[in-house]
Every structure is written in C-alpha cells, then in structure tokens.
C-alpha cells in the first residue's frame, strides 16, 4: 500500500488529513490501529457479497 505521504498529493490534502481519515475510518469499523484495511476488506471479498466488497476494496486501494 500507500504511504501517507504517498497518498496526500494524490488527493489534495495534507498528511495529517490522511491520517485523521485512516484513524476515524478504523474507529467507525472498530478495528485496532494494528490492522490492516486492506486485509479488513480483503476478507470481506470472500465472504457474503463478493462484488460489493471487491468495488470497495478498489476504492480502498486506490483512495488510500
């Protein structure tokens, strides 16, 4: 993935904008600052709704 730093010019915003949007992003999932989002919606993919979770994870990867 990404870096932060990485990801902040592509959408415009500062780093600390990144890390603020991943923090809040986390706490509404209820996940802990270990893990990973990607393997969070990797994992959704091969569960109950392949298609919807693959989208998402596409924005994911390309969003952060």
Known sequence: ???NKD????L???VRGVET???RFRKKLNLDHDDKLIEFFE???TKKSPA???DFLL???VEF
């Open 43 to 45: 994992s959704l993919q």
């Open 1 to 3: 993935g990404l870096s």
């Open 52 to 54: 919807i979770a693959g």
């Open 12 to 14: 415009g915003i500062s």
């Open 59 to 61: 924005y994911i990867k």
């Open 21 to 23: 949007a991943r923090y």
């Open 7 to 10: 990801i902040a010019p592509l």
